[in-house]
């Protein structure tokens, strides 16, 4: 009899990675796993939501490089649930590193819309040095401890030298959009400011082929198809995780015992926790018995997790040009390269950057979804539903210049209050190195000790050493995990082989 077949396996987290998790180890012949997932329901941060009739994510909205290399566009292919569009070999081979190539409409605070040539030459010199950004991940000696202090830094030195013969509303108006620039990338990061990213960890993030694409009938059709081939009644939703207390001496029993919140103890030999990072950073003193190795904190406690929060607008009209896809608000009074709002609670609007534009608009109607990062983000989700209605038409109007534009309906995400997920997104804070997500991922005990090896595991977005912050890496790390295991008991298997032979 294989081993697998009496071994005891605990996912923590019904998310994409613990679901992913599941998946190969019941295809691989094991039969006692479980998730235990603390809400109602699965997907984590894969969460499609309505506003009005019309399907928004609330979490994860694009297949981030799908091609052949990224997991969750081949499974969504099987699925059928793309549009013929992505499927294209054109689609799977433009590499876009990162930027789609979206069409831009700009607006500026004192009303309405921006000459695109008067923008382009600060974007321009911006998306070349978050590719520099890239550059120093491994190398010693940045001139910079954050991504922020070095942009601001080279775009002082490179005006100088190249936007010198321009005059100075014009030269003002280009910072402005620097620091337009500057909060986007707080929302593709997941960072307050862009002060708290690590110049010298930036580059681990990497990217793959493939022109973003979106799911037409919403993200959660993964989670549906993945779940519909796992055996009924995995799962047990409602059942919140207290502690896990693992390395268990006693010579019978199994080395692990996870407490559940209501009272209840399940037995484990092996636990793969999938929390989110700003859960664990949040809990890891109560999630553990005994806590987790010092080494493992601190790199809990050095990659970051913020927030990153979506506020879907719609109206009866468009005030964006036919072929716009993202709109960005330029506040004329930030030529200073700023991310951050001085007075919050007064002006915490300014951190959003602009909208997106949801596509087709056959499908969506007039759809737009704003993007607000940080504390700013933290805090709208503290107010009422109409005074973030509120603060947007307001917003909108000045940037319009129109004083009548009314959206019909708002709808915001709240993932910092979540209290299963505390934010958004890994980012590598400051002070952040590979080790650090090496650490992450780094089964309990520790190398070298005595103990029963792979106690606790550890999987979920924050644990890719370099697709951290996404689905794809978020069901890679499930994979690993559940390989990692399935590798132990094979290799113990020809040796019990032998014995049996004797
Ligand atoms: C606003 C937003 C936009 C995003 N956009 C994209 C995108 O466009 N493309 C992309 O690739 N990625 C995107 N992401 C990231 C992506 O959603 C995540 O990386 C991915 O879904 C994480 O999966 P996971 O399994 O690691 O974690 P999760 O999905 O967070 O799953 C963890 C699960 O653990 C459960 N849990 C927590 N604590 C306990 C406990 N104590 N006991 C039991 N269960 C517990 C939670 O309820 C949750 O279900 C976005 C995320 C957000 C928030
Ligand atoms: C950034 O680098 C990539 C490849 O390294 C290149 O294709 C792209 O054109 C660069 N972008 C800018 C704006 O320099
Ligand atoms: C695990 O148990 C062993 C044996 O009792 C002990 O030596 C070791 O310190 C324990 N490890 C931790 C992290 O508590």
Known sequence: MARSVNT??????????????????????????????????????????????KIVEIGANWIHGPCEENPVFCLARQYRLLDPEALTPENQAMDIGGHPPWTPNFFGSSGGKLNAEDIYPAQQMFLELLNESSEFQGQKGEPWSCVGDFIRSEVQQRAEEQWKDIDATSRSLRLCVISNMLKVECCVNGAHSMDEVSLGAFGLYKTLPGNDCTFPGGYEGLIKNLMSELPSGLVTYNRPVRCV??????????????ECDDGERIAADHVICTVPLGYLRKHHSTLFHPPLPLHKLCSVQRLGFGTNNKIFVEFDAPWWDADCEIIYLVWEDEDAMVDEVPDVQRSWIKKLFGFTVLKPTERYGHVLCGWIAGHESEYMETLSEQEVTQAVTQLVRRFTGNPTVTPKRVFRSQWFHDPWTCGSYTHPGKGCSEQDLDNMMEPLPSKGSQSQPLQVLFA??????????TVHGAVLTGWREADRLISHYSSVRPFELRKSKL
């Open 460 to 469: 979920g977005e924050a644990t890719h050493p370099c697709y951290f912050s």
């Open 8 to 53: 005891k396996i605990v996912i923590i987290g019904c998310g994409i990675s613990g679901i992913s998790a599941a998946h190969r180890l019941v295809k691989a012949g094991f039969n006692d796993v479980r998730i235990l997932e603390a809400t109602s329901r699965s997907g984590g941060r894969i969460k499609t939501g309505r506003l009005g009739n």
């Open 245 to 258: 207390h693992w390395n268990n001496t006693e010579e019978r029993g199994n080395p692990v015992m996870v």
